[in-house]
């Protein structure tokens, strides 16, 4: 067996196609979704994510700021300006890039962002919706990791899906949504005494620690489904994810491709965010 891909490329350029209509729909309407991204520091890595973001804003029709500031900048400073951005009407979406300098307490300022504007879904009132099952800002990744299960019809009610990694940002919240939709759901980490056991009971894998090959092919049951959330670099400095590739292809049923997965869809759920915010406010 040789597993079909899950095209995160072509799944976001369908959304963002619906994006931007939704957003047309708003701007008739006299109202323009915006978007205010907010870098410190110059980390390259950083500054590519934050200028496709902005790119992909604008090319869905949304409004977007980007504010640059050295990396000396200081808390007070970063959290005013924060506060300023809860203020303006014309923007709905707050997001600070992380990481930011170590003067900065990164979740002082997560919690600063005025929860309506978490586009994120960083919040504590955000991650506090997604575990009570009210509406909220879902964070980014995990909405997007969603949004492909469904995009192949994918049932997960009764099914055993395991997520390897336990972070804010992705691994806790991918399992409460995991759970939402009625999967039995296992969490995995560092201190996991038999990861093997674990994945090979699984019907949906979740690999989001930012270890290469942490998921082999002996560890997946034939036909699960795998969604690749790492982002690494083999030997040859070229892009992978936590999943050996090649060997668990020819054992699962689907899995993503790294790159052209996940990554593509974080940046989407990011839009589709933003236009929900701006949505709310609107109705």
Known sequence: MTAQLI????LSQQLRAEVAQRTLALKARGITPGLAVVLVGDDPASQVYVRNKV???HEAGLHSVLEKYDANMSEAALLARV???????????????????????AHKVIEAIAP????????????GALVTGLPGFWPCTPYGCMKMLASIGYELKGKHAVVIGRSNTVGKPMALMLLQKNATVTICHSGTANLKAMTLQAD????????RNVLTADMVKPGAVVIDVGMNRDDHGKLCGD?????????????????GGVGPMTI????????????????
């Open 268 to 283: 989407t759920m990011l839009l589709v965010n933003t236009l929900e915010a701006a949505e709310r406010i609107a109705n």
């Open 83 to 105: 506060e300023a951005l809860n203020k303006d009407p014309a923007i709905h979406g707050i997001l600070v890039q992380l990481p930011l300098p170590a003067q900065i307490d």
């Open 55 to 57: 790119k992909a804003c």
């Open 204 to 211: 949906v894998v979740v690999a989001a620690v930012g270890k």
């Open 7 to 10: 095209d995160g490329t072509a």
């Open 243 to 259: 999943a050996d590739f090649a060997g668990v292809r020819e054992v699962a049923g689907w899995i993503t491709p790294v790159p």
């Open 116 to 127: 309506a504007k978490d586009v994120d879904g960083f919040h504590v009132a955000s991650a």
